[in-house]
């Protein structure tokens, strides 16, 4: 194991693995990648991976567009590895109450040349003969996004950075972070220590545990959420992505089996299924929101009705009060970086999140310019990030 490096990035998600990445790209020096357990061991094991636009936050949506050109991109970019993405196309799904926002949101991305566009449900139909679209009032189509692999673009990322020279150390746990009159001076492993005067804290759910002997509380919250998985009818074939903001889920295709996945977008579980440590996360199982996702596939897709569950599991994301991530230079410990709490847009976020955090760490501030609202200091300043138009139960996530 190095002794020194000129940057140490915690946390083998798709983010730190991107900003490890993404710093050798740009020359930083040195850089050290450590993991406590394996890479993808966090929430980047367990994503569904969709890749959307569709954010009622312009700063979200033009992040959001700006990653998924570069996951169009992405062997190109990273040394010819890939993310597992499929753009199958995606849509998005709303009721009576939540038209004007759609439309307004729609407007908004043509706006910044997003390819998006209003579609009519006789459209939809023709396109996804198996949905029941009884209860929907619009829709939207964005022709460029589908979904990818988080373990597999984390691995990319991860083997892509490991070409260029960083060191990715597994079943590394950070635990301490050291500082000198100037500032961070090293971390300290379970392998020993390394001198280093840049931290980047990418440890997601994590984020309140590694920082707590610093005096630094991020209000990152862990929450346990679910994934069904159930196996489609022979007449039923690979369908695109779907947010379903009428049931509050969101689903896709699997890309080599005849499967669909189910995700749970409402908030009101997120309270419910909050730990209080990352390390109380064992893949537990709640059964009453897995039955619920179920049912709310079958609602949607009444041809999956007799369709055989074929997995359920779960993972942990770190959620913030707003959803939003923070990313930051904490001046306070000169040294410390961080991009924490993606709560549910991580993924589809992590190759612009790597290219613009490397640029920071490496001296351009203007960059904070763009990020500054997901700065720490918002939750002491109570200015949370708000969309300018919101979903009427959708809320942050949105
Ligand atoms: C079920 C589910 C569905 C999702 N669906 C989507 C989706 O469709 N689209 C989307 O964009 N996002 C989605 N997400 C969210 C997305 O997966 C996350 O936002 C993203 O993976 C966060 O990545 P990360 O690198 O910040 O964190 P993580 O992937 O959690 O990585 C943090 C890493 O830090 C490591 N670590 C912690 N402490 C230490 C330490 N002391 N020393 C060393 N290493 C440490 C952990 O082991 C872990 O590997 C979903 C998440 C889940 C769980």
Redesign the pocket.
Known sequence: MVETADVVV???????ASIALHLAQNQAGKVVL????EL?????G?????IRTHYTHPVLAELAYLSQQRFHNFKQLFGGYESGFDPCGYYVLVGNADVATLKAVVQMHQSMKINVDLIDLAEVQARVPHLNLDDVAAAAYEPFSGYGS?PQTTLAFAQRAVDLGVEVLTQ???QDIELDAVGIHGVVTSKGAIATRTVVD?????ARK?TQSLGLDFPVNPVV???VVVERPLEFSHHPVVSDLVNLC?SRSDPHQPYTRI?NSDPKYHSQFMLQDADDFHGQIYPQITEELQQKLIQRYPVLEKAKVVDQYS????VTPDYQPIIDYLKHIPGLYCA?G????????SPIIGELMSQFILGDRSVMDKLKIFRFSRFQEDDLVKSPITYGKAKGLR
Do not use: D, M
Request: net charge positive.
């Open positions: 915690v946390g083998g998600g798709c983010i730190g450590l993991e406590q357990k993808a061991n966090g929430a980047s367990k994503g569904i991976g969709i988080p590394t746990p950070v990418c440890v997601g759910p994590w590694l959420e679910h994934v969101y995700g993972g942990i994301w770190g924490v993606f709560s549910g847009h991580g993924y589809k976020l």
